[in-house]
């Protein structure tokens, strides 16, 4: 192997080693240089807690119901639409306003036809946790819910 190519090799693997080193110490990511925070971590606690959005319904058998279809929050799924209410949970006028815009948003689908979702009154955000349970016993009932934000407006027709 000439010399060049060598000290070529050398200098792409020293790079990839410094940016990798400076992402680890400084916590960013820049892919794929990421430190992949979500997998470098020990679950010591027996619970798991989180957002859940709730759209308010007028039936009386059933006053809620948790949005998590894709259907109901596009072009969103649940994962990056909660990920989007938690960076704004520092500002409750923002928080309000973006659960209003998720609330128009699937009004507009079920005008359009794109989901056939029952006629909602407003949206809940919850803080909810749950006691970890080896059967998932308890997936649709967490032990703990606390309101975070609500918003709703006088019944519209939808």
Same mark, same amino acid.
């Given at each position: 192997?000439?010399s060049?190519?060598?000290?070529?090799?050398?200098?792409?693997?020293?790079?990839?080693?410094?940016v990798?080193?400076f992402?680890?110490?400084?916590g960013?990511?820049?892919?794929?240089f990421?430190?992949?925070p979500m997998?470098?971590?020990?679950?010591?606690?027996?619970?798991?807690?989180?957002?859940?959005?709730f759209?308010?319904?007028?039936?009386?058998e059933c006053p809620?119901?948790?949005?998590?279809d894709?259907?109901? #929050?596009q072009?969103f799924d649940?994962?990056?639409? @909660?990920?989007a209410?938690?960076?704004?949970?520092?500002? &409750? =006028? +923002?928080?309000?306003?973006?659960?209003?815009?998720?609330?128009?948003?699937?009004?507009q689908l079920?005008?359009k036809g794109?989901?056939?979702?029952p006629?909602?009154?407003g #949206?809940?955000l919850?803080?909810?946790?749950w006691? @970890?349970?080896?059967?998932a016993g308890n997936?649709?009932q &967490? =032990? +703990?819910k606390e309101?975070?934000a609500?918003v709703g407006c006088?019944?519209e027709?939808?």
């Amino acid at each position: 192997m000439s010399s060049h190519r060598y000290l070529l090799i050398n200098a792409v693997l020293a790079l990839l080693l410094v940016v990798s080193l400076f992402d680890i110490v400084t916590g960013q990511e820049h892919w794929p240089f990421s430190p992949y925070p979500m997998f470098s971590g020990v679950q010591r606690r027996r619970s798991l807690s989180g957002l859940q959005l709730f759209g308010i319904t007028a039936a009386a058998e059933c006053p809620e119901m948790e949005l998590h279809d894709v259907q109901y #929050l596009q072009p969103f799924d649940e994962p990056r639409l @909660l990920m989007a209410l938690q960076r704004q949970m520092d500002d &409750p =006028d +923002r928080l309000r306003d973006a659960l209003r815009d998720v609330l128009a948003r699937y009004r507009q689908l079920r005008r359009k036809g794109l989901h056939d979702g029952p006629p909602l009154l407003g #949206l809940r955000l919850y803080h909810c946790e749950w006691r @970890l349970d080896a059967r998932a016993g308890n997936a649709n009932q &967490p =032990d +703990r819910k606390e309101l975070v934000a609500e918003v709703g407006c006088p019944r519209e027709e939808d």
